[in-house]
């Protein structure tokens, strides 16, 4: 039996290169040996985007497209749409009994959140996430989470829910597990640490080469290299920390001519812009197929949107009937 995944997206816009290089990419490599499960959070995006539907459903779509032109494969990994799944929605609604408020209230990463996007008062909706996250990757009783070091406290709190609610009620559901990330996160083309739509710093899937080139001509590079004569540090350019990620065999080279006043910063981009074109390249031509057949990518999404169902409501009979709910 192979372990079983649960990972996924928000949908509130487009997928960029930070989620390529963090998950995307190595979404592709677990799916031969994994039994991978991307969840499309749509109900978690409304936590947040409430007042902009047309926005998520969108980005459904768009978000399902990239998954797919990075190489997702269809046939071996289930995509899903979180609202469509009701398991996981009733089963949110029984952890929430196990969950005191003042536990989410001092929760740090919905303090940080909740302080992020300027929130003085936080909807039952936002407060609550961190419960519907742990229905999000129980409903399917999966093995492990992907994650970066910052989400990890997210995952012990779902294996703290669970372990109470199977102590409660004697269910078996599977304390979930993490699966840290090797790979470190890919900063912003301004130089700032994160990179977002809302900071217009990044590079998305969907970008073609001319606005790929608009971006990386615009990056942030080491700011006192003002002509080629003065050597550079590239610890300090954001350009060479792409370089690290999309053209690891150049990165000698591309420091040598930097710290050796042999190249320019424009050579330096137009080198990068060549090594992620060739990378997005495969990916663009199978984003554009999927964007000319919509149809294909609802089926994908209701197929997998059904697999969820099924077996969602397989587990809930068994966790209601433990909860002697069932007359
Ligand atoms: S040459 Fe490249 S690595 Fe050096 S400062 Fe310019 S852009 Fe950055």
Request: glycine residues 6%.
């Amino acid at each position: 039996m192979k372990k079983r995944i649960l990972t996924g997206d928000r949908p509130t816009g487009h997928l960029h290169l930070g989620h390529y290089v963090g998950s995307l990419k190595s979404r592709v490599e677990l799916q031969n040996d994994y039994d991978e499960f991307i969840i499309v959070a749509d109900v978690q995006a409304l936590t947040t985007h409430f007042n902009n539907p047309e926005l998520i459903n969108d980005s459904i779509y768009q978000v399902t497209m990239d998954n797919l032109a990075v190489g997702l494969d269809p046939e071996k990994v289930v995509i899903f749409q979180q609202s469509m799944v009701p398991s996981i929605h009733v089963l949110t609604m029984y952890y929430s009994m196990l969950v005191t408020v003042n536990q989410l209230q001092h929760n740090p990463t919905i303090k940080t959140e909740a302080k992020n996007y300027g929130y003085t008062e936080m909807t039952y909706g936002f407060l609550g996430y961190p419960v519907s996250q742990a229905a999000d990757i129980t409903f399917c009783n999966a093995d492990l989470v992907p994650v970066g070091e910052d989400q990890i406290p997210h995952i012990e709190f779902a294996r703290k829910i669970v372990r109470k609610f199977n102590d409660h009620y004697g269910t078996s559901i599977k304390e979930p597990e993490y699966k840290l990330s090797q790979v470190s996160r890919l900063c912003g083309l301004d130089g700032n640490a994160k990179m977002g739509k809302s900071m217009g710093n990044a590079i998305y899937l969907s970008d073609g080469p001319d606005v790929l080139w608009e971006k990386v001509r615009n990056a942030v590079t080491d700011t006192n290299r003002i002509k080629v004569a003065i050597p550079g540090n590239p610890d300090v350019c954001t350009v060479y920390q792409y370089h690290k990620a999309f053209n690891p065999e150049g990165v000698p080279e591309i420091c040598a001519g930097c710290t050796g006043a042999t190249m320019g910063c424009v050579a330096c981009k137009k080198k990068l812009a060549e090594k992620m074109n060739a990378i997005l390249e495969p990916i663009r031509e199978k984003r554009h197929y999927y964007e000319e057949h919509k149809n294909v990518v609802r089926d994908i999404l209701m197929a997998g949107t059904e697999k969820a169902n099924k077996i969602g409501n397989e587990n809930l009979r068994e966790i209601e009937e433990k909860m002697h709910l069932h007359v």
